[in-house]
Antibody, heavy 116, light 112 residues
Framework: EVQLVESGGGLVQPGRSMKLSCAAS????????MAWVCQAPKKGLEWVAT????????YYRDSVKGRFTISRDNAKSTLYLQMDSLRSEDTATYYC?????????WGQGVMVTVSS | DVVLTQTPVSLSVTLGDQASISCRSS???????????LEWYLQKPGQSPQLLIY???NRFSGVPDRFIGSGSGTDFTLKISRVEPEDLGVYYC?????????FGSGTKLEIK
């Protein structure tokens, strides 16, 4: 059974950093591109970042470029999102997702609240 | 950025009837490789999104054949025939052709 389990969320002050993790199991992690998608409270979905299966390529939405870093450790089957210089508008639930046909599988999401 | 406009914003459907959702793109979603990377997702209440359709019309594994995706270029449609109670939620179209990748704003399906 495919499982994606996010962790690392919580309350953080504006300007500070937070690192999210996504532990994958039930599939060959290093064969799949991976992504982070966020959803602000009561809002729609927004793509945040994607990383290729081998980590050689990364892509970001403009609003997080230079602040967020997506990475992966294929030996640990884990995806990461390092979030620096956090802003109130980054408050959202963050989902990790595996990409093959589309975003085939999603984690349960982790809430990040940026507030003083 | 590519803007995906979904209509209607909300939809109330009688069980067993058909529902139709439109997704219009501000640019053609046909990629240089000939494929069109338009996907549909359903987010049921309190759950993570789930993939329904990829590349316009291909159903993901386990998705009932009541879900039918169609369209080309800039105009796409998701039809749900014989709506069932478990179909309620918010439907999103999504394009993976152009950077940045973008979602539509969602269509909320309610059961009458």
């Amino acid at each position: 059974e495919v499982q994606l389990v996010e962790s690392g969320g919580g309350l953080v002050q504006p300007g500070r950093s937070m690192k999210l993790s996504c532990a994958a199991s039930g599939f060959t992690f290093n064969n799949y591109d991976m992504a982070w998608v966020c959803q602000a409270p009561k809002k729609g979905l927004e793509w945040v970042a994607t990383i290729s299966y081998d980590g050689s390529s990364t892509y970001y939405r403009d609003s997080v470029k230079g602040r967020f870093t997506i990475s992966r450790d294929n030996a640990k089957s884990t995806l990461y999102l390092q979030m620096d210089s956090l802003r109130s508008e980054d408050t959202a639930t963050y989902y990790c997702a595996s990409k093959y046909y589309g975003y085939d599988y999603w984690g349960q999401g982790v809430m990040v609240t940026v507030s003083s | 950025d590519v803007v995906l406009t979904q209509t209607p914003v909300s939809l109330s459907v009688t069980l067993g009837d058909q529902a139709s959702i439109s997704c219009r793109s501000s640019q053609s979603l046909e990629y240089s490789d000939g494929y069109t990377y338009l996907e549909w997702y359903l987010q049921k209440p309190g759950q993570s999104p789930q993939l329904l359709i990829y590349e316009v019309s291909n159903r993901f594994s386990g998705v009932p054949d009541r879900f039918i995706g169609s369209g080309s270029g800039t105009d796409f449609t998701l039809k749900i025939s014989r709506v069932e109670p478990e179909d309620l939620g918010v439907y999103y179209c999504f394009q993976a052709t152009h950077d940045p990748l973008t979602f539509g704003s969602g269509t909320k399906l309610e059961i009458k």
